[in-house]
């Protein structure tokens, strides 16, 4: 008789933790500190507990979840979008931590093989350098957006110096960044490829390689689905509605629309000669952009998969 997998539902916030162990009907709640983390685990064990589900909650996670490895648990991190959605889709619109728990537990359930990246503590920890210097630049965006509004002198100085600090912070970020997947030879590929196509910076680089994994290890429509860059049909009976993007990563999304904007426009002649009949065809050029990104998923996905560098002859066809 196979072994059953046994899972229990986590919902972590900053001070405890909600859990649920659903085909028992067990609950419990522990704190945030060692001796919650101790009373946890020992009562996961105490159930036989094998799989432990949560969402992604600020960071706040991932004490949790390596406490939880540690100890031998196998540990999921799941999208809260998702989460919300199949309570929604259940019809369970009350939320609490408790409810949220035995939600997650349902989850784990009923889609016991997806809903989670794969654990992978290098690149892990080069998505929470790429998040902080991303919070950074958005930072140092806004220093010099008030720049712009003729302050007074003071103001000004005191702009200045944050923006020299501003950037010295980021640049031991990026050296840090490139360390980091350096020291890594998959990673260290996977960079060298998505780097070899025209037009892309080494954030842009960077932020591939961290926030999607699964590039190059699935189809084409789901890498594209995954970066929120698919139109989905908006269709009824006899009424053809207008197509729109929805979901998928909106940071990486977010990253990746103003280096694709000047990889279509200028640097890189696939995607500009694509950009180019796009327009010729009435394309809004805001949607010629995302099918550009869309175009470039694709290729890079293509390009990992087969582990080669860029090959416009490739590319364009």
Not at 16 to 24: A, G, M, Q
Not at 115 to 122: Q, T
Not at 157 to 179: G, H, Q, S, W
Not at 281 to 290: S, T
Request: charged share 30%; proline share 5%.
């Amino acid at each position: 008789m196979p072994h059953e997998t046994r899972v229990v539902g986590i919902d972590v916030a900053k001070s405890k933790v909600d859990s649920c162990i659903r085909s028992e009907g067990l609950r419990m709640a522990a704190a945030s500190t060692p001796e919650g983390e101790a009373e946890l685990l020992a009562w996961l064990r105490a159930n036989r507990v094998s799989r432990a589900v949560m969402e992604a909650s600020g960071g706040y996670e991932r004490r949790w979840a390596e406490a939880l490895r540690a100890a031998g648990f196998e540990v999921r991190v799941v999208d809260p979008k998702r989460i919300r959605h199949f309570a929604r889709a259940a019809g369970r619109l009350a939320k609490n931590d408790p409810i949220d728990a035995e939600t997650i537990a349902r989850f784990a359930e009923a889609f016991p093989d997806g809903g989670a990246e794969p654990h992978d503590p290098a690149r892990e920890e080069i998505d929470r350098l790429v998040q902080a210097r991303t919070a950074l630049k958005d930072v140092e965006d806004r220093i010099k957006q008030q720049g712009e509004h003729r302050p007074p002198a003071l103001v000004v100085a005191a702009l200045r110096a944050v923006a020299r600090t501003m950037r010295a912070e980021l640049r031991k970020l990026d050296a840090a960044i490139a360390a980091k997947i350096k020291a890594r030879p998959s990673l260290a590929r996977r960079a060298e490829i998505i780097d070899s196509v025209p037009g892309l910076a080494d954030q842009t680089v960077a932020g591939l390689t961290a926030w999607l994994p699964e590039l190059g290890h699935i189809t084409n429509e789901a890498a594209a689905a995954l970066v929120g860059a698919a139109p989905y049909d908006d269709d009824s009976g006899g009424r053809k509605g207008q197509r729109h993007i929805k979901g998928g990563r909106r940071k990486l999304r977010n990253l990746l629309y103003m280096p694709v904007m000047g990889a279509a426009t200028q640097h890189n002649p696939v995607l500009k000669a694509y950009y180019q009949r796009l327009i010729a065809r009435g394309k809004e050029p805001k949607v010629a952009i995302i099918a550009c990104m869309r175009k470039l998923i694709v290729i890079l996905n293509i390009m990992l998969a087969r582990d080669e560098t860029w090959n416009p002859a490739r590319a364009a066809a």
